[in-house]
């Protein structure tokens, strides 16, 4: 019988697909779930229905309190911990609100892992805002190779925006796993996912209208004729290449405590406004027509990032997608929302 693995997260687009990928391969999923709707959501989708009898759950209501997972562990091998919180609308006190909460909800999965003793590997999501420093995100840095080693200093100053706060949320949280590790050295092992902004068809959306949560948004926008006005970092990373990142990373022959970095195209990364031109020459005019693209109403712009994921793709074993492949995936998704994509055929 295969390992039973928990996965926090699993009713949000990147849960959602590693969700997936584990049941695909074969694994045993407790999923952490919130509440009965979160079970219901999941439960009922047609990519989970071929898989119920592998899929278990439990209900987690508030993740940053103490002992939150103490019951969701017991008798798992592994952990995949998605889950974080995500900025509000209405926040005001962004360390008591976001990061707080990001850093006793990872923490305090550590501490409750460490009571059960059949655990071996964690495997957390953090972020490449863990690594990068915010103000790099936005500005750009050309002049430095980032890297699963490099290390972010911590967030000085108040925090101005969501944005910021979730930036500095991730970079916190991930220095707090670090020291924990160190401290107090588990029996498990922990790897850590630092993927770019994530892009890829999310299979949670059902209608046209929601092909722009999350951060699709950024990268599927200007062909609606929504271009970002705020400048990218060039750090894209495919939604489906996270998930297999993640899943990959339960396997024991791949060494624990390390980091791997997901971001697509190399050093030169990805050009944002690239998405009008791959999709201007992949579609007829008549599938851009009938699709309402909007190609003509500007381009999400980009500031340049160098991220080195070569140890990554190495010891994962498998290729990054590209950009294309990311913007391809949405367009396709959206097309298939409106019953196009046939007509492209």
């Known amino acids: 019988m295969s390992e039973l693995i928990l996965l926090t997260g699993g009713t949000g687009m990147v849960g959602f697909r590693i969700l997936v990928e584990a049941l695909g391969r074969g694994f045993r999923v ?3 779930v919130r509440n009965q709707g979160g079970i219901d959501k999941l439960r009922s989708h047609g990519l989970i229905s071929a898989f119920q009898d592998q899929l278990e759950f439990v ?3 508030d993740i940053t309190i103490d002992g939150a997972y103490d019951e969701a562990v017991k008798g798992v091998h592994a952990v995949l911990h998605v889950a974080s919180p ?10 008591s609100q976001v990061i707080g909460p990001a850093v006793n909800g990872t923490v305090g999965m550590l501490k409750s892992a460490s009571k059960e003793t059949a655990i071996r590997r964690i495997v957390i999501t953090a972020s490449i805002g863990s690594i990068v420093p915010a103000e790099k995100l936005s500005t750009g840095d050309s002049d430095v190779v980032y890297n699963e080693e490099s290390v972010c ?4 100053g108040a ?6 706060a979730y930036l500095a949320s991730k970079v916190v949280a991930f220095q707090a796993v670090k020291e924990f590790v160190a401290t107090e050295k588990p029996a498990y092992d922990v790897v850590n996912i630092l993927p770019g902004y994530i892009v890829g068809r999310n299979d949670l959306v059902t209608n046209a209208e929601g092909i722009l949560q999350g951060t699709n948004r950024l990268a599927f926008g200007q062909i609606l004729g929504q271009p970002s006005p705020q400048a990218l970092p060039s750090t894209s990373a495919y939604l489906n290449d996270v998930a297999l990142a993640h899943v990959l990373s339960l396997d024991p022959s791949i060494a624990g405590n390390q980091d791997f970095v997901i971001s697509s195209d190399g050093l030169q990364g990805t050009t944002w406004g690239d998405a009008i031109d791959i999709v201007q020459n992949h579609y007829s005019q008549d599938i851009i027509k009938a699709a309402g693209f909007k ?3 500007g ?5 340049r990032v160098s991220i080195d994921t070569s140890h990554s793709q190495r010891t994962l074993g ?7 492949d990311q913007i391809l995936s949405l367009s396709d998704f959206y097309l298939e929302l409106l019953k196009l994509k046939e007509a492209n055929k």
């Open 59 to 61: 209900i987690v209501p």
């Open 295 to 297: 190609l003509d109403a």
């Open 318 to 324: 498998f290729e990054f997608k590209s950009y294309k």
């Open 86 to 95: 995500l900025p509000k609308p209405g926040i005001t006190d962004y360390q």
């Open 153 to 156: 200093p911590p967030p000085k």
């Open 30 to 32: 407790r999923a952490a």
């Open 159 to 164: 925090l101005s925006n969501p944005l910021d």
């Open 299 to 303: 381009r999400t712009p980009t500031v």
